[in-house]
């Protein structure tokens, strides 16, 4: 990237050191492409760095104190930050006094960091890592660590835990003993942590998964670090969802929830409730009832249904495929019903009765049929 070497010598010029930093050298290391890039620059103040970043751009400082300049280059966001320390004031994701210092080491900024394969630093300048914590040795092999006490990373802030899992998920790595440990005995923590921020974490294991696994490995995480009963539930029974064929988030949201557990107790979007909630009555209710006017969800929930396996709903699956479930899906128009003499809720009761009797293979679905039928059945 011709911008970097360019703003490097700026930075060099200035006395000052210029990083990439966090998820793009891991990812670099692990051999996986990276969008995002993001940089660390020391011995320079938040001026200075504004000054260099103007020629490319218009720089937005993200807050004074985070010490943090977004520029657009070449129709890309990156992030230039100063090096800072945190420090702790509650036990939420944004309870932390942040200080930054431009005469703070690289190490020192990455010793703030919650994993060792997110605290490792590229110098733009000489082409090493910088690798206080051995990030590069866990990444070979497959290891998540905590940088530091595992016990004090995660009281500093717990979505940590959440984030152990995500990227343990993400990448197939195993969580190392001693941070395991610490997850089992301070799991309690994440409830004061809101919801939207778990399922967020949730949604980026899943959707940002590069493994492929027998088993569902968030399934597996979720129970060994007692993180999945901790939150939804002493009745959470989360199953495998590795025959996924659609809507991998949603498929694996139901399946994570379908044999119990309080998935209220997570900011979920209004389309994996409803189609969690569906597949929960499938299994005592008649598809048919179920389903009608829902054709919306069908693929969703079809598709959910088929990753959990069962075999009540495998069997009626294809029925439904063929059938109308909803009135505008019927080969007759509702005008002609009205014409016959059906009107107010006449109408969609017949429409419904249609449907059904097309679903139990007593009726086509095609005008003639449809006409007979609506003649014989009005009162």
């Given at each position: 990237?011709?911008?970097?070497?360019?703003?490097?010598?700026?930075?060099?010029?200035?006395?000052?050191?210029?990083?990439?930093?966090?998820?793009?050298?891991?990812?670099?290391i692990i051999g996986i492409k990276c969008k995002d890039i993001d940089y660390l620059i020391t011995g320079l103040d938040l001026n200075e760095i504004f000054e260099i970043l103007s020629v490319y751009g218009k720089p937005n400082i993200v807050g004074q104190s985070f010490g943090i300049i977004t520029v657009n280059i070449d129709h890309m966001q990156y992030d230039f930050a100063m090096p800072r320390i945190d420090t702790t004031t509650g036990f939420g994701h944004c309870d932390f006094e942040i200080k930054t210092d431009k005469n703070l080491s690289v190490t020192d900024d990455l010793s703030r960091r919650e994993i060792t394969i997110n605290a490792i630093a590229y110098d733009v300048e000489t082409g090493e890592y910088i690798d206080p914590f051995n990030g590069i040795s866990d990444i070979k092999e497959g290891i998540l660590k905590c940088v530091g006490d595992p016990d004090i990373r995660f009281n500093e802030d717990a979505l940590r835990i959440m984030r152990v899992i995500q990227f343990s998920n993400r990448f197939g790595f195993e969580i190392e003993r001693n941070t395991l440990i610490a997850i089992l005995k301070n799991k309690k923590l994440l409830h004061k942590i809101t919801g939207e921020r778990i399922y967020e974490e949730i949604k980026k294991a899943i959707l940002k998964s590069k493994i492929k696994r027998d088993t569902n490995h968030l399934e597996f995480l979720l129970n060994i670090s007692g993180v999945g009963v901790e939150l939804f539930g002493d009745e959470f029974t989360p199953i495998s969802t590795n025959t996924i064929e659609g809507d991998e988030l949603i498929s694996t949201l139901v399946a994570l929830f379908f044999y119990g557990g309080d998935y209220h107790a997570l900011v979920m979007p209004s389309l994996p409730k409803s189609v969690i909630e569906i597949c929960r009555k499938l299994k005592t209710m008649d598809p048919f009832d179920v389903m009608y006017k829902k054709r919306h969800l069908f693929q969703y929930v079809y598709d959910a249904m088929m990753s959990i396996g069962d075999s009540y709903w495998e069997k009626n699956i294809m029925k439904l495929h063929n059938v109308p479930l909803e009135p505008s899906e019927l080969k007759i128009k509702g005008e002609t019903l009205i014409s016959l003499g059906y009107v107010g809720a006449a109408i969609g009761t017949i429409q419904k009765a249609m449907c059904r009797a097309i679903y139990d293979r007593e009726l086509n679905n095609n005008a003639t049929d449809l006409l007979r039928f609506a003649i014989a059945n009005i009162n």
């Open positions: 990237m011709q911008f970097e070497k360019s703003i490097l010598n700026e930075v060099l010029n200035k006395n000052g050191k210029l990083y990439r930093i966090g998820g793009c050298v891991r990812d670099a």
